[in-house]
C-alpha cells in the first residue's frame, strides 16, 4: 500500500524510546509533514479526544507500537489502561479500526500480537492485523521492510521519477508497457507459437530454394599460354588453346 501520512501510536512508559526512534528513521524517509506522533503535537487548551480523532482520520496508516508492556499498562489506581474508554492509546486505535484505516502493529523485540479476548470491544480487529516485528538488533532491516511496504509497489510513474531527467519519460512507460505485455502466460503463449510458426516458414523457403534453384554452370578451364625464344604472347579472348608465340631462329652477323 502507498502511504500519504502516517500516525504513530504508542505508550510513552511502554516504548517512548522504540517510538522515537522509529519517528526520526520515518521523518527521514517521507519528512516531517507526513507523521503525527504523541499528544506534545497537540495545541495547549485543545480537547486531545477531538484532535486525536481529527488527525487519525486525516492519516493513511496508523503504526500502533507495541512493546512488553503495552497490553497491560495500569494507571495510577491500578486499572488497566485500555478498559478506560478515555485511554487516548485505545481513541487512536479504536478511532482508526472505525475509519478502516490500516493499523500495523509495530510488534518490539519478540512481542506477540495480543489476542481477541485480552481487548476491549472496539480494538478486537487488532489481533487480525498483520504486524511487524522490529528488534534493537535488526532495526535498519526492519525499518526498510517498514518503508517498503509503506512505500507500496511502484507505479511506471513512480519509476521513472528516480531515472535522471535527461531520460525520455516515453521510453520509460514504453518499456514498463514491454514488460508487463511479456509477463502475461498467454502473451508469452502467443509469441512462443508465432515464433516457431515463422522459423517452420524460413525453413520451408530455403528448402525450396535449395531443390528449384537452376545448377550452376561450370567454371571455364583458363587458357594455357607458352611463350617461347623469349617472346610474349599478346591476346584477348582466348579459351581452351595452347598459343606458342616467339621469333624463327635467324643469324646475325657479327664484326671480327
Not at 477531538?50 to 489506581?77: F, H, M, P, Y
Not at 611463350?227 to 610474349?232: P, R, T
Request: aromatic share 6%; hydrophobic share 45%.
Amino acid at each position: 500500500m502507498a502511504v500519504g501520512k502516517c500516525f504513530i501510536s504508542y505508550r510513552r512508559d511502554d516504548s517512548a524510546g522504540h517510538a522515537g526512534r522509529l519517528h526520526d528513521r520515518l521523518q527521514r524517509e517521507f519528512g516531517h509533514d507526513l507523521l503525527f506522533m504523541d499528544v506534545d503535537a497537540i495545541p495547549l487548551g485543545a480537547n486531545f479526544v477531538k484532535v486525536i480523532s481529527e488527525e487519525v482520520a486525516k492519516c493513511d496508516a496508523l503504526l500502533a507500537v507495541i512493546g512488553q508492556g503495552w497490553l497491560d499498562a495500569r494507571d495510577a489506581n491500578g486499572k488497566r489502561r485500555l478498559d478506560n474508554g478515555d485511554d487516548f492509546v485505545r481513541i487512536e486505535i479504536g478511532t482508526a479500526l472505525k475509519r478502516g484505516i490500516p493499523v500495523i502493529p509495530i510488534l518490539l523485540d519478540g512481542t506477540r500480537i495480543p489476542k481477541a479476548d485480552q481487548l476491549p470491544d472496539d480494538l478486537k480487529e487488532l489481533a487480525l492485523r498483520n504486524g511487524l516485528d522490529i528488534r534493537h538488533a535488526s532495526f535498519s532491516q526492519d525499518m526498510e521492510r517498514l518503508i517498503r511496504g509503506l512505500k507500496g509497489p511502484q507505479s511506471p510513474q513512480a519509476v521513472a521519477s528516480i531515472i535522471p531527467s535527461l531520460a525520455d519519460p516515453n521510453a520509460v512507460s514504453r518499456k514498463v508497457k514491454v514488460w508487463s505485455f511479456l509477463s502475461d502466460d498467454k502473451n508469452r503463449a502467443i509469441l512462443g507459437w508465432l515464433g516457431g510458426g515463422i522459423a517452420a516458414l524460413v525453413g520451408a523457403f530455403w528448402v525450396a530454394f535449395i531443390y528449384f534453384a537452376p545448377p550452376s554452370k561450370p567454371a571455364l578451364a583458363p587458357p594455357s599460354v607458352e611463350a617461347k625464344s623469349g617472346g610474349v604472347a599478346i591476346g584477348g579472348n582466348v579459351s581452351g588453346s595452347t598459343i606458342t608465340t616467339g621469333t624463327p631462329d635467324v643469324a646475325v652477323p657479327t664484326r671480327k
